[in-house]
């Protein structure tokens, strides 16, 4: 073992707790570290989202929910719509949120000062060029890509995990509920009976080392008839949107549907979904007709997108 490292990891414990990570009132505020690391990200000027946050802070989707949720609640953070995904939100620091986190940075940049000034001349460089490349070694093996594999075919517990998937995204975002889970559930168990024949294909997204899959997409060529295939049940977990994951999933169906001859491929969409109608129109599809609907137990504006065979 590198002899280094037990003292490296000594000095970073020690660092913790000398910068008060610790101890409530972490920067002279009532604030857990979370939150005051969520102040200074947004505070440096960069439109973000909770999901653009949750990845730069390293914390759960669900745990960056709970905090902002506080932030809100406390006049420190705002809301408004992300005009380009309408199932995100654009967050930015209010003017009590400003004048909070002005107080955070004078109370840090004090607490260095200090320990600077007691620093030999010329070792606070030496300070800051270690702190900076250890960071970045950190930072680029959190970083690092996540190998993710595509499998095709039936894998145990693939169909339900897309369920579940399915059931929890619309529940939280169009307010769906036991109805749109028993129709998804009813057409999974159909097509997984029918899973034997040529004309159907399954595939889903696992993340190395990790026992539930991320999502996945099916394609049935024969519920439509008629030589045409039809798109379903794509979904992938949040926190694999961005990976590029999606489009992977989408090219695999689609060169499915390519080598058996589909004269066209049919997806059935809600209104709304900004990120995957741009998806959609990268790989093809076009948007060929838009009802009112309300098979899903609440009445919505469905969408039908189509893609011919190239």
């Not at 607490?111 to 010329?122: E, K, M, N, W």
């Not at 058996?260 to 076009?286: C, D, V």
């Amino acid at each position: 073992m590198d002899p280094l490292i037990e003292p490296i990891r000594a000095a970073s414990r020690q660092l913790v707790r000398e910068l008060g990570f610790l101890r409530p009132g972490l920067a002279g505020t009532e604030l857990p570290p979370s939150a005051v690391h969520a102040l200074i990200a947004l505070g440096q000027g960069e439109r973000l989202t909770a999901q653009r946050l949750a990845g730069l802070l390293g914390l759960e989707k669900s745990s960056i929910s709970r905090m902002l949720r506080k932030l809100v609640e406390a006049g420190l953070v705002a809301e408004t719509p992300d005009p380009g995904d309408a199932r995100a939100k654009q967050l930015a620091l209010t003017a009590a949120g400003a004048a909070r986190l002005e107080a955070i940075h004078g109370f840090a940049r004090r607490q260095v000062a200090a320990a600077l000034a007691r620093l030999p001349d010329g070792a606070g460089e030496t300070v800051r060029q270690g702190l900076s490349l250890y960071a970045e070694a950190l930072g680029a093996e959190r970083h690092r890509p996540a190998r993710i594999e595509i499998r095709a075919g039936w894998q145990p517990g693939l169909l339900g995990r897309m369920l579940s998937l399915q059931a929890a995204h619309y529940a939280r975002h169009h307010g769906f509920g036991a109805a749109f889970e028993s129709v998804v559930g009813r057409g999974m168990a159909d097509f997984c009976g029918r899973l034997g024949s040529g004309k159907n294909r399954l595939w889903g997204a696992w993340q190395s080392g990790m026992p539930e899959a991320l999502g996945g997409i099916a394609i049935d060529g024969e519920d439509l008839g008629e030589g045409r295939a039809h798109l379903r049940w794509f979904i992938l977990a949040e926190a694999a949107r961005g990976s590029g994951t999606g489009q992977r999933l989408l090219a695999e169906a689609l060169a499915f549907v390519d080598a058996e001859g589909f004269s066209e491929t049919r997806l059935w969409t809600l209104r709304g979904l900004e990120a995957a109608r741009r998806l959609y129109e990268a790989a093809g599809f076009s948007l060929a007709e838009e009802f009112q609907g309300d098979q899903w137990g609440r009445v919505v504006t469905e969408q039908v997108w189509v893609r011919p065979r190239p």
